[in-house]
């Protein structure tokens, strides 16, 4: 890091929280705090779904989840574009129509005050997780690859983006998340022409996806129904779509962003906007690090790219063990390049017999650096049990940091922590009106009602809560398999639950309060007890369903419980003939 980079990045971030507060400062009533005044267009409702969903973790662990695994990871997202048509059909226009503030108001109505609150609960649960795990992304990553201290960066990152959350609200968040959007995507694309002027001159893009190709890095699409594989076309689109359904339809830091549109119309331009553009916005992303792959195909990589896994197991009694796998790695290296330098040569002479043959050659040398790898991990587990062995999370930090030119470093560390600010910003929002409305204002109005400002002021209040709890989660929190898939794993638990009912307040109109709330606790239960014992326990490849089926599963027995104890009820309660 030096002086530039620490210039871009400070007066970057300085920019985006002083342009917040400037900007929105003076709300005076809920309406202006809670939705924006309801003044958003649909590019603003469209860039600030965007940049909610994509925190740093998206710029961080995707580009390592491709390096590892290829682009399958972009099946995920298969049942966004159809979530978004579906939502915009049935949720905004009906959010809209009601003036609600919250999503969960909307299920008082259909149902009870008891289901409003526990489905606002759920979602404090699920969301106060998630925003803790978005400011502790990237400081565990930055802290690790800079030195910077840990719980001074969760204190920082957190601190930033809690101050212009509470001065200005949700219009804050959404003002500051354009110029946030277009700082990452400056970033990403910067980042992409660099790596391809980074490899060989006779590596073009075509050849470098080729290249990619030949060791499986390009395989997209996987019809296979083995539902123990967690990306697949099919898991993709089910799974996948009920997420994105319960994400986009009833998580208040999504539904606040498309209720600041100034009309149905503008939110439903800015969902579609969102659905048209996200899948090739990760395909894109899931790109880089594919591209990263194929550059240390002809340049030196590190065994495993967390460097305080590196240092533990160098001052343990297995240094010795690792410096023979970093030597195993370093000729596998040399013969990496002569393979692909073979593969490259056969393209250019077209001749399919020693393609295929280099193919299969890269192929084998890349099995045994896998093979290479995953014993390191153990000899890291051994020396330090407590050191994140999984360095997917990695990968794209340290090139960064290792071959981007001065000021560019400064930049993509901007783009970083903005994407931290922009995800945890709006999660902060949603998480203080949640308290402040659903169930502070809920639960205490009945004493009478107060003035707009005194609910503002709240609003304000158990946001600078949220943060605060926000930053000691960080604080506490264990990076765990691949921190993309954790956010996902967790909001895969709770979102199914949640959605199922309000399907149930949209179209199963004689299903009643009581079976909704009863259905709804009893299906949590399964749901955590079918993660725990299917997924949680199962060694890492063999998990016996895919974490996205949680969304279905939810939904599916939420319904199912609820309209059962309904119809039990009423057979309860129905005369009978003789009487």
């Known amino acids: 890091m030096e002086a530039i980079d620490w210039s871009i990045l400070i007066g970057t971030l300085t920019f985006i929280v002083g342009y917040g507060v400037w900007k929105t400062k003076g709300s005076k009533n809920v309406k202006d705090y809670v939705l924006g005044g309801k003044e958003a267009n649909w590019a603003t409702v469209g860039l600030s779904v965007m940049a909610t969903q994509a925190s740093a973790i998206t710029f961080l662990s995707t580009p390592g989840q491709a390096?590892?695994?290829?682009?399958?990871?972009?099946?995920f997202y298969f049942g966004l574009p159809l979530a978004m048509v579906i939502i915009c059909i049935v949720f905004v226009p009906l959010y809209h129509r009601l003036k609600v503030y919250t999503a969960y108001e909307f299920l008082e109505t259909r149902f009870d005050v008891k289901t409003r609150t526990l489905a606002a609960l759920l979602f404090l649960i699920q969301r106060g997780l998630a925003a803790g795990i978005t400011i502790y992304a990237p400081s565990i990553i930055l802290s690790a690859v800079l030195g910077w201290d840990l719980l001074t960066l969760n204190i920082i990152i957190g601190t930033?983006?809690?101050?212009?959350?509470?001065?200005?609200?949700?219009?804050?968040?959404?003002?500051?998340?354009?110029?946030?959007?277009?700082?990452?995507?400056?970033?990403?694309?910067?980042?992409?022409?660099?790596?391809?002027?980074?490899?060989?001159?006779d590596i073009t893009f075509s050849k470098a996806l080729k290249v990619a190709g030949a060791s499986g890095k390009l395989d997209i699409l996987d019809f296979s129904f083995d539902t123990s594989k967690r990306y697949t076309f099919w898991n993709g689109i089910t799974g996948g779509l009920f997420l994105f359904l319960a994400y986009f339809g009833t998580d208040q830091s999504q539904v606040q962003r498309y209720l600041s549109g100034k009309s149905v119309r503008e939110s439903q331009l800015g969902l579609i906007?969102?659905?048209?553009?996200?899948?090739?916005?990760?395909?894109?992303?899931?790109?880089?690090?594919?591209?990263?792959?194929?550059?240390?195909?002809y340049n030196p990589s590190p065994l495993n790219f967390n460097p305080a896994a590196?240092?533990?197991?160098?001052?343990?009694k297995f240094a010795d063990d690792y410096k023979l796998l970093e030597q195993a790695h370093d000729a596998l290296a040399i013969e990496k390049k002569i393979a692909q330098d073979e593969f490259s040569a056969a393209l250019d002479i077209k001749e399919y017999d020693a393609t295929m043959e280099a193919k299969q050659h890269i192929i084998s040398v890349n099995e045994k650096d896998k093979k290479n790898r995953s014993a390191a991990r153990e000899v890291i587990s051994e020396a330090d049990p407590t050191i994140e062995t999984n360095d997917k999370d990695y990968v794209f930090i340290h090139f960064i940091l290792n071959y981007l030119p001065k000021g560019l470093i400064g930049l993509l560390l901007a783009?970083?922590?903005?994407?931290a600010m922009s995800s945890t910003a709006s999660e902060l929002n949603a998480l203080g009106t949640i308290t402040?409305?659903?169930?502070?204002?809920?639960?205490?109005?009945?004493n009478g009602e107060k003035p707009q400002e005194y609910y503002v002021a709240a609003?304000?209040?158990?946001?600078?809560?949220?943060?605060?709890?926000?930053?000691?989660?960080?604080?506490?929190?264990?990076?765990?398999d691949n921190l993309i898939q954790l956010v996902n794993i967790i909001g895969s638990i709770f979102y199914g639950n949640v959605l199922g009912i309000f399907l149930l307040a949209f179209f199963v109109k004689f299903v009643k309060g009581n079976a909704v709330f009863i259905g709804a606790i009893i299906t949590q239960f399964l749901v955590i007890a079918t993660y725990y014992f299917f997924i949680y326990i199962m060694p890492?490849?063999?998990?016996?369903?895919?974490?996205?089926?949680?969304?279905?599963?939810?939904?599916?027995?939420?319904?199912?419980?609820?309209i059962f104890l309904q119809l039990f009820d009423n057979i309860l309660k129905t005369p009978s003939l003789e009487a």
């Open 310 to 316: 590196t240092s533990a197991v160098y001052n343990s």
């Open 160 to 201: 930033i983006v809690t101050i212009y959350t509470v001065s200005g609200g949700t219009k804050a968040v959404n003002v500051t998340q354009k110029q946030q959007m277009f700082i990452i995507m400056l970033g990403m694309f910067v980042a992409f022409f660099y790596i391809l002027g980074y490899l060989p001159e």
């Open 540 to 562: 890492e490849g063999e998990e016996k369903i895919s974490y996205l089926l949680l969304n279905l599963i939810g939904c599916l027995l939420v319904m199912g419980i609820s």
């Open 436 to 446: 402040a409305l659903d169930i502070f204002k809920r639960h205490t109005e009945k």
């Open 273 to 297: 906007f969102n659905g048209i553009l996200k899948i090739p916005m990760q395909f894109f992303i899931l790109l880089l690090g594919v591209l990263v792959f194929v550059f240390y195909q």
């Open 67 to 75: 390096f590892h695994d290829g682009m399958g990871f972009v099946q």
């Open 415 to 419: 783009v970083i922590l903005s994407a």
């Open 459 to 480: 609003s304000k209040w158990f946001t600078l809560i949220w943060g605060v709890i926000a930053i000691c989660i960080a604080c506490v929190s264990n990076l765990f």
